[in-house]
Structure formats: structure tokens, C-alpha cells
């Protein structure tokens, strides 16, 4: 024990009534051993001080330090409804409380005094992890339980859960994420039939229907590995994404039913499939991920199409790299700028007139629609230009996203 640590003790027991707890808890970096009240009755006994102060009447904390048991009773009642296998503890205590005890730091110089939030909050965990059977996680907590120590109230904080999938989308006319009514924005008026919404459904609603009854989840957000055109169908082995439900009762459903119920109740719209357990972290993946996508391309031309022409014209673009202008109809929100991607393959399937299906492997991120008509010559090279006849796209399906 360092020769300055009796002496303060002493000052400070002749000036306030302390608690063991807090005594020992001011010197705690400077003893080694024993718990904050082991601590406050070893100094109390090198000082021959006969007298001990119960918590109720400490000055500092007056009484906290012998309420961590209702604390955590209170806490595991709140957290009952809850599934998860982390947690945490914080506290929220008296500013009068915090005031007095810096107070005592600065009187006595305590750089390393530890605060009784701290304590609190510790002492509330080592309960509660036997007593759970449950780990307390201090960056990644599945929940995290604050407790207010003066009004003797909990909040609850409860991570999200991640789920990862693929889906295919088998019609047209679904946007992938929910899109509210621009009118109302959401509020629901005339325009929107009062749904708020400007369609009917949603790839993201369609997905997490069944997913939030399962987890009993408050809300969700759907992460995507980019998207596909509204009227572009997704099909192939399907988009990645990722689920995030927003405040789950239970973490630890069955996927294999969720996979199943979801694609009953979405009625063939959409399907999901290879559903496993994700983190945050692994949006950012997603959605940084330039995949490879391969498209089913229906084009139509202003004039009969000649098959020889058009396969010529194919076998020219493999691993061409085309340049596209921002395109007319995303000019509005997105910067003009010249973007360069590649064609890595091009097959002609089949010709019929004026309609001919195409099978197409771009790099990610092409304008697809562009680079069919040409955009006004916002694509350089495109395929009305280099086949002599303008054309453009009647249906577009994504029928593989490659590289996972
Ligand atoms: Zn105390
Ligand atoms: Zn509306």
C-alpha cells in the first residue's frame, strides 16, 4: 500500500460517512485485493476505526451499493420476453450522486478512483451471467439494459438480427424495396388508396413478412446487392441480401421454415433460398460487391433484324468496353459522368422478325436498356448503332448475379 492511501482515507472518513463499498472503491487501483468492500473494510481496520457505515447512510451513495440484487431482479424482468445470447449493463445514476463523488476525487487527488456507475454496472453483470447462463459482450451485445437507478426503471436496447439470402423475382412490376406514395409521402391519401404506398407490394415486404411474425421483430430494413430495373424480372440463382429485423424477441428461429413459409405466402412473385444468419458487417460487403450479372434480353427493332448480321455483331462485343453518359432517365439523381464497363460475353438466341432474345455478361453496374437503343449516343458503341436499325429492350430478366 503506498504511504499517501491511509492518510487520505483518513481525511476523508473524518469528513463523511462512507460505506465500505465506496471507501474501498476511491482506492481501488491502489489495493489489489478483494472487492470494492473488501477493500473499504481492510483501510477501516489499518485505521482502527471500530465503526462501520451502513450503505443506507453513506454520504456518497446513499445506499445504491446494496441494491445491486433488486437491480438485477428488476432487469431480468424486463429482459424476459427476450431471446438472446450477449448482453450488457449500463446505469443511469444521480447527478448529485456523481457530482459528490468527483468532488472526492479532486479533494484527494484519486486519478484512479473507479466510478460507482462503473461498479454498478459490473457488479449487475457478474450476477446476471451465471444466473442466464449468458455472456456480457461490451462492443456487440445482443441487448443492452439500462437501468435507472432513481426511478428504479429499465430500457432495453436490442440489437438487430441479420439474415442472408437469395432471391428471385419471377414478375414484373415489383420494385424491390418499399417505395411510399410521393403525394402523401407515406401518410396515405386519395392517390394511393390510402396504403401510403406507391405499389401494391415489394421484393423487401414480400421477404419480411413471415421473417418478422417469426422473431417478433418491431420493424425491418432490406439490404440488397443492388437491384434490378421494376420491370426487370430476377431469376437464376437470385440477388443476395440481406434482412435486418429491428428489435427481435426471438434470435434463434428455424431458416429452413422461414425459407419455406415466406415462399408459400409470396405466392410464386417471389422465391428465396440458401437463408443463413448474418451480422452488419456484412451489408457493407453486399452491397460493395461488384457482381457479375448475365441478362435475358428481349429486343425489338424498328425493322426486320438480319440473323447473320446481328451474330456478327455479337461475337465483336465479346470483351468490348462500351462508355455510357449517364442515362436520360436517372440524370435526375444521379451525376452525369461517363461511366466504362465491359461485355464480357453475348450470345444471340434466337431471331424472329423484328424480336430477337439475347443472352448478355456485363461487368456490374451496366446500363443494360442504354446500351441496347444507344441513348441518344449516350452509349458508345451500342447495338442499334452497330447493327444499323434502332431497337429497344421489351423485357429484361437478371438471370444470374455471380461471385459468392
Ligand atoms: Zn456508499
Ligand atoms: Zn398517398
Known amino acids: ?58 454520504w456518497l451513495c446513499e445506499g445504491l451499493t446494496e441494491e445491486i440484487a433488486h437491480f438485477v431482479d428488476l432487469i431480468m424482468q424486463a429482459m424476459e420476453d427476450y431471446e438472446f445470447d450477449t448482453f450488457l449493463i449500463g446505469s443511469k445514476i444521480d447527478e448529485d450522486i456523481q457530482e459528490k463523488e468527483q468532488r472526492l476525487w479532486e ?72 417505395w411510399p406514395c410521393q403525394i402523401c409521402q407515406g401518410k396515405g391519401c386519395k392517390r394511393c388508396n390510402y396504403t401510403g404506398k406507391l405499389y401494391e407490394t415489394t421484393v423487401e415486404e414480400l421477404i419480411a413478412k413471415k421473417a418478422l411474425e417469426m422473431t417478433q421483430g418491431t420493424d425491418e430494413s432490406f439490404h440488397g446487392s443492388g437491384r434490378e430495373d421494376i420491370d426487370a424480372r430476377m431469376l437464376g440463382s437470385g440477388r443476395p441480401f440481406i434482412l435486418e429485423v429491428k428489435s427481435p424477441k426471438k434470435r434463434t428461429i428455424d431458416l429452413a421454415l422461414l425459407e419455406k413459409e415466406t415462399n408459400i405466402s409470396s405466392k410464386s412473385l417471389i422465391e428465396i433460398s440458401q437463408l443463413r444468419f448474418s451480422t452488419r458487417e456484412e451489408i457493407a460487403r453486399i452491397k460493395a460487391a461488384e457482381f457479375q450479372k448475365t441478362y435475358r434480353v428481349i429486343i425489338e427493332a424498328s425493322a426486320p433484324l438480319n440473323k447473320e448480321k446481328l451474330i456478327k455483331v455479337a461475337q465483336s462485343l465479346q470483351g468490348q468496353l462500351i462508355k455510357q453518359l449517364t442515362p436520360t432517365r436517372v440524370a435526375h439523381r444521379r451525376a452525369n459522368k461517363i461511366r466504362e464497363r465491359r461485355i464480357y460475353n453475348c450470345t444471340i438466341e434466337s431471331v424472329e422478325g423484328i424480336i430477337a432474345s439475347i443472352t448478355l455478361e456485363t461487368e456490374s453496374g451496366t446500363y443494360i436498356k442504354e446500351f441496347v437503343s444507344g441513348d441518344e449516343n449516350k452509349t458508345q458503341p451500342n447495338l442499334s448503332e452497330l447493327i444499323g436499325i434502332p431497337c429497344k429492350v421489351k423485357e429484361l430478366d437478371v438471370i444470374d448475379v455471380k461471385g459468392e
Open 1 to 58: 500500500m503506498k504511504s499517501e492511501v491511509l492518510p487520505s482515507a483518513a481525511r476523508l472518513l473524518h469528513q463523511y460517512a462512507l460505506c465500505d463499498s465506496c471507501l474501498g472503491r476511491l482506492f481501488r487501483k491502489q489495493l489489489t485485493e478483494g472487492s470494492n468492500a473488501e477493500k473499504g473494510r481492510l483501510l477501516r481496520t489499518q485505521l482502527h476505526q471500530k465503526q462501520h457505515t451502513p450503505a443506507k447512510e453513506c
Open 107 to 178: 479533494q484527494e487527488h484519486l486519478q484512479d478512483a473507479e466510478p460507482l456507475k462503473m461498479q454498478i454496472n459490473r457488479e449487475i453483470g457478474k450476477i446476471l451471467e451465471p444466473r442466464l447462463g449468458k455472456t456480457v459482450d461490451i462492443p456487440n451485445p445482443d441487448i443492452m439494459a439500462v437501468i435507472d437507478t432513481v426511478y428504479d426503471q429499465v430500457a432495453l436496447q436490442i440489437g438487430s438480427l441479420f439474415i442472408y439470402g437469395r432471391y428471385k423475382k419471377y414478375q414484373r412490376g415489383i420494385p424491390q424495396t418499399k
